[in-house]
């Protein structure tokens, strides 16, 4: 396949250009050339020297990702930025970003791998940023109690084993005992707690959370589950990869968690 038809069908795909004002991230074809055949995507959640290696170790023509090296802009191209773009350069590997773009997207999205993973219907766009979301709330099947997600959560990929029988996920359990509705925003997402409230929630889940988050949750009766920034931010590039795949292309998995 010409890179340049991958590109365009992944950001068609995407709706990349409907973020393009509301996030800080260069999505889209961020290091490398449009032009060329492909025959190999690699995908990862980070760009990072330790995934482009991996990616280009795999032989891949491209290495899509979550965390791309670009936000706001680059000013200078120094110190870590200049090794990572050098690498991508020496291994002619091209990379694809798609961040908020692809923490909101209805089937392909972090937020629906999540909403799926833990059994959620009746599903509906949840995250306003601007004039497009980046979440998803829906409805479990049966009531859940607070234990038996976290259990859930515990099981995603990235997720650190944990010590002593310790569970690596965080609850701040201020809501009900019995949890139906949940709302989801992956990474870092406790900004829309209050949404999650005016939206009927009981639970919110994200990936990391701020220190006011306690309080709010408190005062808002609403249980927060903080399961990762890197477990909840797998099956974007997880769902790309089987899409690609589906285009007829060969593709490789960079896992690399964080613990964070």
Known sequence: MERSEYVRRLDDRLDTAAYADVDASANGLQVG?????????????DAADATIEAAADADADVLVVHHGISWGGIDRVTDRTYDRVAALADHDLALYVSHLPLDGHPDLGNAAGVAAELGLDDREPFGDIGPVTIGTIGEADAPRSAASLRETLDGFEGQPDGEDEESPTQVIDFGPDEIQRIAVVTGSGTDWL????????????????????YHDARE?????????????????????????????????????????
């Open 33 to 45: 050339s449009d032009r060329g055949e492909i025959e190999r995507v690699a995908f990862a959640v």
């Open 220 to 260: 808002a009766g609403l249980t927060v589950f903080l399961a990762g920034h890197y477990a909840t931010e797998t099956f974007g590039v997880r769902s790309l990869q089987a899409l690609t795949e589906e285009w007829g292309l060969e593709t490789t998995y960079v896992s690399h968690p964080t613990g964070l």
């Open 194 to 213: 209050d949404e999650a409230v005016d939206a009927g929630a009981d639970a919110l889940v994200t990936g990391e959370g701020k220190g006011q988050v």
